[in-house]
């Protein structure tokens, strides 16, 4: 591990999304200098690159993965193809026939095709790369760490190697709890402080449930009890119980103590999120109704306040008086619950709640034309192999096609 990943005095520019990477993104200049050697300007320019892609790649590995055939595409026009077979182009040639310009006509130069930033190519085929430029991690290190740790699937199954080749139609997602946590803005002291108290009442509410032996069946009269007690509870007593089962009993099957294990992971998993005193309810309508009737909020003003107050009927209110609240501003009301609801705030996940981008995130916000992603399940494809166009190469590189040619020509001499 390189104690100064992101140096300043020595610029190494990183696939991540460091505010440190940006500085030295904005300050990168070239390094050839025509003092040096041939050798010496492909070194350079070697080291400056390869610091980007693929930098957890070893140079042995990276020599055997580079191809110096690099893909291009040519676009034609599709009306002047279904007209013609070209056999026209050829005709007259030579003989004085050949269509003369127009001198009038200011010749449209055709954009060159930057072939030499398409060395790099095969890295874009690594899982971990894609992740990253998928916008699901914030570096490569912390993609390959997500894949390392299994949190990662290629077409449905679980893959735990980050130098996995991607083919064609490949379909990878990542748990979008692991994306929110890369994507999102960290924690700050407050909202840290804030974690570590709830993670510790958690703690201390678990060891103080005491162990009770189980019943193999209740009487009629406990079954109506426990029909009114409290979910905590109930759960607190079903955690109990298959501790005790899988203490006491040894002629279990691995399978039942597999699933035991796990059913004991998801109350514990259940008993840690924090309970609030206010009704939860699952329509949307129903929780505005409630709120409103709550902050005593009335649509239209049909009585005044000492009608209210003078009712016999009226309902206690907190300062007597009704708050009224036009369509439009019931509207944005409406539309702030539904927010509140969908990023609701949580100090027990480990990003800031509710959630918002990461800093200096969209400086680095783009997705190339090979993958195609969708963001509200965390999931892209890739779609093919990157290729080069006139005009543009699809694989991203900070760096200029000079440099880039420097380097194939390094890896080139070196095969």
């Known amino acids: 591990m390189r104690h100064r990943f992101h140096g300043l005095k020595k610029i190494k520019i990183r696939q991540s999304w460091n505010k440190y990477n940006l500085y030295n993104l ?82 449209q130069g055709v954009a060159r095709t930057p072939y030499m930033n398409m060395v790099y190519a095969p890295t874009e085929r690594r899982l971990d790369t894609a992740i990253f430029r998928a916008l699901f991690a914030s570096s490569t290190r912390q993609a390959r760490q997500f894949v390392v740790h299994g949190y990662v699937k290629v077409n449905g199954k679980k893959m735990i190697y980050p130098g996995y080749q991607l083919n064609p139609g490949d379909m990878f997602q990542v748990e979008p709890e692991r994306v929110l946590f890369a994507t999102g803005a960290p924690k700050d002291k407050k909202e840290r402080r804030a974690g570590r108290k709830l993670r510790a009442l958690a703690k201390s509410s678990k060891d103080d449930v005491p162990e009770k032996k189980p019943e193999l069946q209740a009487a009629p009269e406990e079954a109506d009890a426990q029909a009114v007690q409290d979910p905590k509870e109930v759960l607190t007593s079903l955690l109990t119980q298959a501790k005790s089962i899988l203490k006491t009993t040894d002629d279990l099957s691995g399978k039942k103590k597999q699933a035991l294990r796990a059913f004991s992971r998801e109350v514990k998993r259940t008993l840690s999120r924090r309970t609030t005193d206010t009704t939860i309810t699952d329509s949307l309508d129903a929780q505005l109704l409630e709120l409103t009737s709550r902050l005593n909020i009335s649509e239209t003003p049909s009585t005044t306040i000492t009608e209210i107050n003078s009712s016999p009927d009226a309902k206690p209110r907190i300062d007597g008086r009704t708050v009224v609240l ?44 090979y993958l195609e992603v969708h963001h509200k399940i965390c999931s892209a494809v890739y779609l093919r192999h990157p290729v080069a166009r006139p005009g543009l190469g699809e694989v991203p590189t900070p760096f200029p096609a000079e440099v880039n040619g420097l380097t194939f020509n390094w890896y080139l001499r070196r095969r």
């Open 26 to 107: 904005s300050r990168i200049t070239s390094p050839i200098s025509n003092r040096q050697t041939f050798f010496q300007q492909k070194w350079a320019a070697k080291s400056l690159s390869r610091a980007y892609h693929g930098e957890t790649i070893r140079e042995k590995h990276w020599q055997r993965m580079f191809r110096p055939t690099l893909r291009s595409v040519v676009p034609m026009n599709h009306e002047y193809l279904a007209r013609t077979d070209g056999s026209e182009q050829a005709l007259g040639r030579g003989s004085g026939l050949e269509k003369k310009p127009d001198p009038d006509r200011k010749p």
């Open 326 to 369: 036009p369509s439009d501003e019931r509207r944005m009301l409406r539309e702030a619950l539904a927010e509140a609801r969908e990023n609701p705030i949580d100090p027990s996940k480990p990003y800031a709640t509710p959630w918002r981008p990461r800093e200096y995130m969209s400086a680095f916000a783009f997705v190339p034309r």
